[in-house]
């Protein structure tokens, strides 16, 4: 067995038994930090932690691994609930073509985008696919980021959509990180299928979904419903095709216009909604008595430059929020979990313990991690966060651009 002893941490984070599984509106300023604090694990699981003057006696100290953190804080790992992580090639092209004057949705309308990923993840195996992002979540790892969610949405026809699931089942066996896969296969319309949508909903749901069931492909379902994409229409039918086959849905709405994607969604249950760059009345008002998890993806409004989504109004209606990164080649090419964090405080003016709420406790229900991450508690296997000697917490959203995880135990 292997044990490990955390000693002297000057603050141990969101730690504590039968925390709620979400926090919402004001109780988000909640954040229980234990200073002066150790932590005990057995094979990864939460067996003790307390008061360093407490810690004696606890339990059986014997051959154990002893860390002293002095100066350093302790927290759950971030849950990483929206990404993309499984990409053929980078598109700085793009990001060229924007700084020109070009907007996203110029550039998607042109044949780039998702269709320009599309077109490169046809021509690469699913060996290197699988090398490439097994590589990409080494770096989020020591990030710090301990869950992970990934998409689909780069194959858009029945071959490269079951390869790229493939591929995120493949790293769900062999990284040491806990994977959610969600089929995006309605991420766009492939161009052989640009005026004939009923053609590749019918190729999602009559033949996609069957082999997706078949192979035990995937936990979600997700659709990207916004003007020039997936209708509310659209995407209803397929989500209820997905709900069909056990799939929760899990969908990208609001990124540019506020369409009724989210009403919808709750209607069908979904586990999250995210990116709600815009966010109308009603869309407040259908996510209220909803177990449907607001979610919002800062690092894509940096860097497509467009709103930031109102974290301010989820709360000041009595609402969650979870922040994720969205990683992908086209809208956010970073998967730093900490530059979301930092994001949130100066750009949607979240507190530093907001913000962490919502990388922690709420983006693990938001990819149904609630039993096994997101706190530290009593026998739950959570991956854990070291950080470097820093003065406080808010130091780390405060520093931005650092990489202030010293290191993060699986
Ligand atoms: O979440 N908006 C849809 N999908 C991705 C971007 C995909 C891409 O540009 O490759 C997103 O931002
Ligand atoms: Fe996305």
């Not at 229409?233 to 990124?255: F, R, S």
């Not at 750009?347 to 991690?369: G, Q």
């Amino acid at each position: 067995m292997q044990k490990i002893l955390i000693k002297n941490i000057k603050g141990l984070v969101q730690h504590g038994e039968n925390l709620p599984k979400i926090r919402k509106g004001a109780e988000m300023k909640e954040l229980p930090i234990l200073e002066d604090a150790f932590l005990a694990l057995e094979d990864g699981i939460i067996v003790a932690y307390g008061k360093m003057s407490d810690w004696q006696g606890v339990t059986d100290w014997r051959d154990l691994e002893v860390i002293d953190a002095e100066g350093k804080f302790v927290l759950p790992a971030f849950c990483d609930s929206h990404t993309h992580t499984v990409f053929a090639k980078s598109r700085e092209e793009e990001f060229v073509d924007r700084i020109n004057g070009l907007s996203y949705e110029e550039i998607a309308l042109k044949g780039g985008g998702i269709l320009n990923s599309a077109r490169k993840l046809a021509e690469m195996s699913e060996d290197e696919l699988f090398a490439n992002a097994f590589e990409r979540i080494e770096r989020l790892k020591s990030y710090g980021t301990g869950a992970l969610e990934i998409k689909s949405g780069y194959g858009l026809s029945v071959d490269a959509e079951l390869k790229m699931l493939r591929v995120i089942k493949r790293l769900k066996q062999e990284c040491s990180i806990e994977i959610k896969a969600t089929f995006l296969g309605a991420h766009a319309f492939p161009p052989e299928f640009k005026e004939n949508h009923r053609g590749y909903i019918d190729l999602i749901i009559n033949e996609m979904i069957p082999k997706i069931k078949e192979e035990n492909l995937a936990d979600y379902i997700d659709v990207f419903c916004e003007r020039n994409y997936f209708s509310v229409e659209e995407m209803e039918e397929i989500l209820q095709a997905g709900i069909a086959i056990g799939l929760k849905p899990k969908v990208h709405v609001n990124q540019f216009t506020s369409i009724g994607g989210v009403r919808k969604a709750v209607e069908l249950n979904a586990l999250s909604v995210d990116h709600l760059e815009e966010l109308t009345d009603d869309d407040i008002d259908a996510l209220k008595n909803s177990s449907t998890m607001p979610t919002i993806l800062p690092s894509c409004s940096h860097f497509l430059s467009i709103p930031f989504g109102d974290a301010r109004k989820l709360m000041d209606n009595d609402l969650p929020l979870a922040l994720a990164s969205d990683f992908n080649p086209g809208s956010t090419p970073s998967g730093n979990l900490s530059f979301v964090w930092s994001l949130a405080c100066v750009k949607m003016k979240m507190t530093p313990e907001e913000a962490l709420n919502a990388l922690t406790i709420n983006a693990s229900f938001a990819m149904d991690l609630s039993d096994t991450h997101g706190t530290i508690s009593l026998g739950k296997k959570t991956p854990i966060i070291i950080t470097k000697k820093i003065p406080n917490l808010a130091y780390i959203p405060y520093s931005f651009g650092d990489q202030l995880v010293e290191r993060i135990l699986f």
